[in-house]
């Protein structure tokens, strides 16, 4: 199945992190991304990570991968007012020679200043 | 870093209208074009894919003749609702793949239709 989860909402306090979780359950995906949603507006890239890798790092993020459990979390350091989105996790599995994209149902982040 | 364009941003209109909507990529070839739509609170389905010069594949549910695809270009993909009905407002958003596979897709800053 190509079922990509996360949880609905997240509330936190301003200057905490913010940790988002992300279940997938193909195992044969090669990427799994990041996507920021404000409302209004369509959908910013914030990081990727290869799935043959653990974790990666980039400022504030960090995205682990347990390939095991098919579990994927992204987590925000010094959660900021900005950062209140909803956040979608993506599966990328190869389709016929593209790229076939299964979006998470996505997580509301609020973050309470 | 790659830029899609999607044009319009917002759309009114009556119903039976048919309305175009365009997806550019501004700085890259995108072999590739995917449009989604996006009902409130939901996440995004995946409606077609858009391969240059050539017919695009449409998602099993989604009607062909209700929603034409063209992607005449390697930097234009064209989303047509036809006779669009009240139950066709949604969020329309776009994305492109550049020629190289293991690149993200890059999104547009989507379509808010309205069908009165």
């Known amino acids: 199945g190509e079922d990509v989860e996360q949880s609905l909402f997240l509330s936190v306090r301003e200057g905490d992190s913010s940790v988002i979780n992300c279940t997938y359950t193909d195992s044969s995906s090669t990427y799994l991304y990041w996507y920021k949603q404000e409302p209004g507006a369509g959908l910013q890239l914030l990081t990727y990570i290869f799935s043959n890798m653990d974790m990666k790092q980039d400022q504030r993020l960090t995205v682990l991968l347990n390939k095991k459990d098919k579990h994927l979390s992204l987590r925000i350091a010094d959660t900021q007012t900005g950062d209140s989105a909803i956040y979608f996790c993506?599966?990328?599995?190869?389709?016929?020679?593209?790229?076939?994209?299964?979006f998470g149902t996505g997580t509301k982040l609020q973050v309470i200043p | 870093g790659a830029v899609v364009s999607q044009h319009p941003s917002r759309v009114i209109c009556k119903s039976g209208t048919s309305v175009k909507i365009e997806c550019r990529s501004l700085?890259?070839?995108?072999?590739?074009m995917f449009w989604y739509r996006q009902f409130p609170k939901q996440s995004l389905m995946l409606m077609a894919t858009?391969?240059?010069?050539?017919?695009?594949?449409?998602e099993q549910g989604v009607e062909k003749d209700k929603f034409l695809i063209n992607h005449a270009s390697l930097t234009l993909s064209t989303l047509t609702v036809t006779s669009a009905h009240p139950e066709d407002s949604s969020f329309y958003i776009c994305s492109a793949e550049g020629q190289h596979s293991n690149q993200p897709q890059h999104f547009g800053d989507g379509t808010r239709l309205s069908i009165l």
């Open positions: 993506a599966e990328i599995l190869p389709s016929g020679g593209y790229q076939k994209v299964t």
């Open positions: 858009s391969n240059e010069g050539s017919k695009a594949t449409y």
């Open positions: 700085d890259f070839q995108a072999t590739t």
